[in-house]
């Protein structure tokens, strides 16, 4: 499966709204994505946590200075910290794409009578 294997759900879903943030991707803006997509109430606790597990996995790396260099601080005085998602980032993306489609094949869920599996 490569190094970083499939991506849980969350990891998968936090990588895809940081891509969509660009480089603008912090937690507030990626929590936003995450709710504004998914209609999903995700705790900020959440996000956090997901984007150390992934960081320390080698698929983003943080940074804290905005776009074109300048600091951009948060309410409380500190810099905000925005994420790159790394070619490792994206790879795993792909891999995740890849066995989710293998794990789809075959399934049609309007087929399927309530209480019925496999």
């Known amino acids: 499966m490569g190094k970083t294997g499939v991506l849980g759900a969350l990891e998968e879903l936090?990588?895809?709204?940081?891509l969509q943030q660009g480089?603008?991707?912090?937690?507030?803006?990626?929590?936003r994505?995450?709710?504004e997509r998914t209609g999903s109430d995700v705790t900020m606790g959440a996000v956090?946590?997901?984007?150390e597990r992934i960081g320390d996995k080698g698929l983003i790396r943080p940074r804290a200075v905005g776009i074109g260099g300048e600091t951009k601080e948060?309410?409380?005085g500190r810099p905000r910290r925005y994420y790159d998602i790394l070619q490792q980032g994206v790879d795993?993306?792909?891999q995740t794409r890849?066995?989710?489609?293998?794990?789809?094949?075959?399934?049609?869920?309007?087929?399927l009578e309530p209480g019925?599996?496999?």
Request: aromatic share 6%.
């Open 33 to 35: 994505e995450l709710e």
């Open 74 to 76: 948060s309410r409380r």
């Open 92 to 94: 795993a993306l792909d």
């Open 14 to 18: 936090v990588l895809l709204a940081l």
């Open 116 to 118: 019925e599996a496999g």
């Open 23 to 31: 480089e603008d991707a912090y937690g507030v803006s990626i929590r």
């Open 98 to 111: 890849r066995v989710r489609d293998t794990m789809w094949e075959g399934i049609e869920l309007a087929d």
């Open 48 to 51: 956090y946590a997901t984007l």
